[in-house]
């Protein structure tokens, strides 16, 4: 008995070294791939392992108390809805004249990644859109639209016209795999209706932004500038044809031109700036480096009540950004796996780490938390040629209209659990991580097409290694 069960699995055994030396067609000896050091430590001391709805929202572990206590009031300021004045909760007043949502989480919910619309109206869900006309202004920037400013609102307090409503709808466009497997992308075109303050400018310029998940932001402004210029190559020398060029953009608060970080074309120099334009463009809270309100044209916004000069004030303008920059990086799952550690070799393989920079070091930074941290965010935080199909055709500060910041993909693969979708790019426009790469183009052309030409087993892999971060 024992015998024949032996002879059995002796049988099975053989069979299946037979197997696994038959599929190993390539040259290349089966090694086991291992992980790097502490590889699994996204956000180095201040990465969090969580896996829950909550993954984006955790306080870095490393932060001293004080500024936990910071951290609890920006919390609150970032999630609680602002209410027009005159209130009685006169910390939180002043939403509006014009607004696209009551709470920055309306749009990072859960400290997570916005998405487009799903039907005509539906309102607060991260995606937003930035108007201009050619030409800068004194300082660089872009020139609003005569009658609707530096972004489209649809949102407005009582007694007065909204500005209008958009109306968004997708043209199929296919791509084939060599292997002759398809997939159908979405190309968004997008309208504005029911305008009530005339019409856009003829030469309006209209940039579509969805909202980023909120995770590491303060390591990102940890990282120093020269490491930032070390990515560079504007005039592409070692002919890869990729260059990546730094934005340089106007920083209010010291009135000088900074190296740009944050948004989709890195048009913002610090988290402070970041926030203070959310607060104004986004909810119509004025601040000290925004002390205007958005005034929509006929209306006089000095017979409006307002929620106090500034609306909101600089220590808590602090804490919101302190917020901002100490949000917590998820840690990696599955990184020691083998499938992934294949996918990690085919992304490198690829090429996609030219732009999507795997590993660096943070610097000094007023946070101590933030300082000296190997970090893994997967970005060069630089701009690049995405090519036509990506284009919003609006420049921005030194950003083409054909050039996009290389987006963090740390915690990418925990958006859908957090946000309960995978839409990605910076108008949401991919469903899926495999759509995202599809869209790559320009002086990312090679690469995809490294990513196409790899067999469906080996895609599946890589994904998923993207999904594992
Ligand atoms: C109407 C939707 C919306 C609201 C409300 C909103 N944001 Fe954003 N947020 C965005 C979009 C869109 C971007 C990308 C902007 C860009 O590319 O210029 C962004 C970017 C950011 C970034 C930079 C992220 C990065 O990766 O560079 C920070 C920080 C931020 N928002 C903080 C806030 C805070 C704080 C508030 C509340 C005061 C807020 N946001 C309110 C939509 C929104
Ligand atoms: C030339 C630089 C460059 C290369 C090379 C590159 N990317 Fe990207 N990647 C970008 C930029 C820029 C964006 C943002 C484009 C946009 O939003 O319109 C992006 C976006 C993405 C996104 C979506 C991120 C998000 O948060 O929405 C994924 C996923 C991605 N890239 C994966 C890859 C993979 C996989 C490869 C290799 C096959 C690759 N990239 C190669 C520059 C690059
Ligand atoms: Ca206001
Ligand atoms: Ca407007
Ligand atoms: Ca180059």
Redesign the pocket.
Known sequence: MLHKFLLKYILLFSILLLLASCNNDDDSDYVILTPEKNEAFSGGETTVFDVSQNAFGFQAPNLDEENGLFFFTGNSLFNQNWVTAPASTTARDGLGPLFNSRSCSGCHFKDGRGRAPKFDGEKSTGLLFRLSIPGTNTVGGNLPDPNYGGQFQDGVIPGILVEGDIKITYEPIEVTYPDGTSVALQKPNYSFINLNYGPLAANVQISPRVANQMIGLGLLDAVPESTLLSFADETDSNKDG?SGKPNYVYDIETQSVKIGRFG?KSNQPNLKQQVAGAFSGDMGISSSLFPDENCPPGVDCNTIANGGTPEITDENLDKVALYSSTLAVPGRRDHDKQEILEGKQL?EK???V???IPVMNTGTHTIKALENQTIRPYTDLLL?D?GDG?ADNTPDFKATGKE????P?WG?GLIETVNNHTN???DGRART?EE??LW?DG??TA??K??MNLAEADRTK?IDF?KSL
Request: hydrophobic share 55%; net charge neutral; with cysteine.
């Open positions: 990729i989709w992304f690829s090429n996609c030219a732009c999507h690049h995405m990506l996009w910041r290389t987006p993909l990418i990605l790019l910076h991580i995202a790469i790559h002086e990312a690469s995809k490294e990513f890589l993207i």
